[in-house]
């Protein structure tokens, strides 16, 4: 699970500035969780080679000073819960008020490093008034402006260097991993709980690194893999959105981490607005996909009903069609196995690794029937293709005009691979470059 670095602090000190700031230009996963009284976003940054997850715990409620305060604290226990590092941050040109004086008091209840920002620090003279942020009890500060990037890159040092020295779950190096989502109530622990049941093979069951995912080694098929449960996330907690915010995080830190998602629909419900958001994320991270309608058992059926589904789901994910949808029953224990197999599947297409010389067989006299339309009146030769050393399917198809190959033409492309080939329930990418 990757290390979360949380921004705290009150209302206008530069917090969602500085968040901005730290967020990698070409993000996977930019995001945000409306509550009731505020946005909350997350993000991943990374910062001399490590990779990390920011939240910015948003901004508050005008209003009384009570609800103010009933709202700081349960943002700091958040994130005295979730961070790995909290970052403090307060306002220069303000100084030191009473409401940085109670979060800093609020605070203190951690053993996690805690790290005092003195934003909006744009010259030297501001650097010397920092000086009564000392009051506030921190061995040293950190003087910084969001805006312009000063003092920035010392933080993130600071930051980083209370990160556990791993950043991944190196004890299941080389695993398959797959995470279930879904929304709560789906069937996601009755689904592991049914595979645990019935598989006497398990090897280990290891608590996750987050208290409230459940990662589980089997042994199946020959096979290792891992499974990643994030169903243990519904802890009761008095507010809503906070639970739905972290069960969101928690679930995007699960999908970052595995190889293939399982995203578990309840028959009963379709595809639900939180089911697209998790498969939106699966998407952006590149990881393979297989739905899962479940509750099968409570579906009155006639012999239309699997395709009627089938439908209605593609319409929803459309235009991604290639992704494997199953019927179970995890309370009955109908096509459990038949899930997983299709997950190993997944993973294996995600592998899939195809020779340049095959590629090139296949994909260039396709290409030659269905060329891309020439553009005025230059023709667009492709000659050679070959699919791209990287984790996740790439191809690249050079030719002598690649900028005028659009959008619709790649996708023919795109679904010519696909029906030659086994990369259902997995992105593909494909490329044009200069031969
Ligand atoms: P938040 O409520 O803590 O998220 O604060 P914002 O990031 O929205 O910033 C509040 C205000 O402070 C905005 O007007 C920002 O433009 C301004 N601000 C943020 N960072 C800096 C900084 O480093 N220097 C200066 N001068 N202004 C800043
Ligand atoms: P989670 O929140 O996604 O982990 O969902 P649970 O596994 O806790 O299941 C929620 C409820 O749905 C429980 O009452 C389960 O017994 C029930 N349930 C789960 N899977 C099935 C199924 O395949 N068929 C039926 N009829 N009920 C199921």
Same mark, same amino acid.
């Given at each position: ?30 995001? &945000?969780?409306? =509550? ?22 948003? =901004? ?120 279930? *989502? ?6 996601? &622990? ?31 098929? =020959? ?46 419900? =379709? ?46 994910? &459309? ?54 339309? *020439? ?61």
């Amino acid at each position: 699970m990757s290390n979360i670095v949380a921004l705290v602090g009150r209302p206008n000190v530069g917090k969602s500035t500085l968040f901005n700031r730290m967020l990698k230009k070409r993000q996977a996963i930019v995001d &945000s969780v409306a =509550g009731v009284t505020r946005d909350r976003h997350y993000g991943k940054s990374d910062w001399n080679g490590r990779e990390f997850t920011v939240i910015d715990t948003g =901004g508050y409620i005008e209003g009384s000073d009570d609800a103010f305060e009933g709202e700081i604290r349960k943002q700091v226990e958040l994130a005295i819960e979730e961070a790995t590092v909290i970052l403090f941050v307060v306002d220069n040109q303000i100084g030191l008020t009473d409401m940085d004086k109670e979060v800093s008091r609020l605070l203190q209840k951690t053993d996690k490093p805690v790290l005092l920002v003195v934003n909006k620090v744009e010259t030297n003279k501001n650097r010397l008034d920092a000086v009564e942020f000392y009051e506030l009890g921190f061995e040293r500060y950190y003087t910084i402006s969001a805006m312009d990037g000063s003092g920035t890159g010392d933080l993130l040092d600071a930051a980083i260097s209370h990160f556990s020295p791993e950043v991944h779950v190196d004890k299941f190096e080389g695993l398959p991993k797959f995470t279930i *989502a879904g929304r709560p109530n789906a069937g996601k &622990s009755t689904f592991t709980n049914a595979l645990l049941g019935v598989d006497r093979n398990i090897v280990t069951d290891i608590a996750g690194t987050t208290r409230d995912s459940i990662e589980t080694i089997y042994n199946k098929f =020959g096979q290792e893999f891992v499974l990643i449960d994030t169903a243990g996330m519904r802890k009761k907690r008095n507010v809503e959105e906070d639970l739905e915010f972290y069960s969101v995080m928690r679930a995007v830190r699960a999908i970052e981490d595995s190889d293939v998602v399982l995203l578990m629909l309840d028959a009963q419900r =379709g595809i639900e607005s939180q089911d697209m958001k998790i498969f939106q994320l699966a998407q952006k991270n590149r990881k393979g996909l297989v739905i899962l309608v479940n509750k099968w058992d409570l579906v009155e059926k006639d012999s239309y009903t699997m395709n009627e589904f089938e439908d209605q789901i593609k319409r929803k994910i &459309s235009p991604f069609t290639d992704i494997p949808i199953l019927f179970i029953s995890a309370l009955t224990k109908q096509r459990i196995f038949k899930a997983v197999e299709l997950a190993m599947r997944v993973y294996e297409n995600r592998n899939r690794r195809i020779k340049t010389s095959e590629l090139i067989d296949v994909m260039i006299p396709i290409i030659n029937a269905t060329p891309p339309p *020439a553009v005025r009146g230059k023709y667009i030769k492709i000659k050679y293709a070959t699919q791209l050393p990287t984790k996740t399917p790439q191809f690249a198809f050079f030719a002598n005009f690649p900028q005028h190959v659009k959008e619709p033409y790649k996708r023919f492309i795109e679904n010519q691979i696909r029906e030659r080939f086994d990369f259902s329930g997995v992105p593909i990418q494909v490329h044009f470059r200069k031969k």
